[in-house]
Nanobody
């Protein structure tokens, strides 16, 4: 079970930190985002063991995904937010060894989503 939190309303250029608390360990954790009428988009992912990360190009240099082993929690620090980052953000988990997938279908556990709204 995944529990996401931390969304909200922020002005362009501002920052937010999302949290995803997991009951149990997954090999891979990721954040996706979705806008009504569009496909779910991979934002960032992290391997629980080793900490390798991956980002979609549009957030590189602005977003950082990290994990806290003791708390079984994954974070997404979002800086320099822009209106186009507005979406529902969902955390996801997968028990896949060796690769860091970016397709939603590879993930078997999903949180409930948290809304991020960036005003211009």
């Amino acid at each position: 079970q995944l529990q996401a939190s931390g969304g909200g309303l922020v002005q362009a250029g501002g920052s937010l930190r999302l949290s995803c608390a997991a009951s149990g360990r997954r090999y891979v954790m990721a954040w996706f985002r979705q806008v009504p009428g569009k496909e779910r988009e991979f934002v960032a992912g992290i391997k629980w063991s080793g900490g390798s990360t991956s980002y979609t190009d549009s957030v590189k240099g602005r977003f950082t995904i990290s994990r806290d082993n003791a708390k079984n929690t994954v974070y997404l620090q979002m800086n320099s937010l822009q209106p186009e980052d507005t979406a529902t953000y969902l955390c996801a988990g997968a028990n896949i060894i060796g690769v860091l997938p970016t397709e939603p279908g590879a993930f078997t556990s999903w949180g409930q989503g948290t809304q991020v709204t960036v005003s211009s």
